[in-house]
């Protein structure tokens, strides 16, 4: 079985692969999407032992020894590291590859009797670009499985040949299933069909994210309405009388001056009067 615990490898500035964990055993399938083509392939060159990851625990049965999980893994046609090229033709491919198993298991295979007995004689003379996709995917499986030492099957990006699941998922469901050789077949993909109701996995479902901050309990609460402050009533003005006296403008009263006195009778003509008399 292969058991990846939160496998994380560090790029130059954001992760190449963020945290991932997914197990699979030998007869079954798991598909693992993810949006970027750099994340599938770093995923896949993990799981095949072909990178170290930076964080995590990756094993295959009792071994996390990256040189065994290695030798008991293939990797599939993955972009910029073992993709064919596309100016090879079918018989310079099978030649190449035939030729980069181990001597032990090799024996004398050749191009032209192994493509006749695994039925590929009708496109040996073709391009690789001219092959179609689904029988692109099952030339390079079967090369891969030539080495008799593949327990683990490490697809990349099946889909990217193809639209059309049904150009390389009905392939990758046999070899799972296959009673005489029982795989463990992982395949990165940028979406799962919409058919798939098998094992899947999601690219980072492992990253931990940060706890929010707890809000301020003076913002957390409820705001009490606001009240509209009430306009001041004007003061209410009391009705006059209806008899009531108008005010009148009184005049200052006049100091009357007291008359002079009477000026003293003149002593000459007192004594007229006596002589009168």
């Known amino acids: 079985m292969l058991s990846v ?9 954001d992760d190449l692969l ?15 999407a993810g949006e970027g083509q750099d994340q599938r392939t770093a995923l896949a060159l993990a799981l095949s032992g072909r990178m170290k990851p930076s964080n995590g625990v990756l094993s ?35 030649t190449e590859d035939l030729s980069l198993i181990p001597r032990r298991y090799r024996g004398a295979l050749l191009s032209k009797p192994w493509l006749k007995v695994n039925s590929f004689e009708d496109i040996a003379g073709l391009w690789i670009e001219q092959i179609p996709a689904a029988r692109r995917l099952e030339l390079l499986t079967a090369l891969a499985l030539a080495d008799p030492a593949t327990d683990l099957l490490v697809v990349d990006s099946p ?30 993909v940028g979406a799962l ?16 994210h ?37 005010p009148t403008t009184e005049e200052p009263e006049r100091l009357e001056t007291p008359a002079a006195p009477q000026a003293a009778a003149d002593p000459e003509s007192e004594n007229l009067q006596r002589t009168a008399k």
């Not at 929010?212 to 606001?226: G, I, L, R, V």
Request: hydrophobic share 40%; net charge neutral.
């Open 5 to 13: 615990q939160q496998l994380q490898i560090n790029g130059r500035r």
């Open 18 to 32: 963020p945290a991932t964990s997914l197990q699979v055993r030998r007869g079954e399938l798991l598909l693992v």
């Open 60 to 94: 295959w049965d009792t071994t996390t020894k990256t040189k065994k999980i290695r030798l008991a893994s293939a990797l599939v046609d993955s972009p910029g590291v073992n993709e064919p090229e596309q100016h090879l033709s079918v018989r310079d491919l099978v």
């Open 159 to 188: 889909d990217r040949h193809s639209a059309d699941p049904a150009a390389w998922l009905p392939r990758l469901q046999a070899l799972a299933s296959d009673a005489g050789r029982p795989l463990a077949v992982v395949a990165v």
């Open 193 to 208: 069909p919409d058919t798939w109701t098998g094992a899947a996995a999601v690219i980072g479902n492992s990253v931990m």
């Open 210 to 246: 940060p706890p929010e901050p707890e809000a301020d309990a003076a913002h957390s609460a409820p705001k009490p309405p606001a009240v509209e402050p009430s306009q001041p009533k004007p003061a209410a003005v009391e009705p006059k009388a209806k008899h009531a006296a108008e």
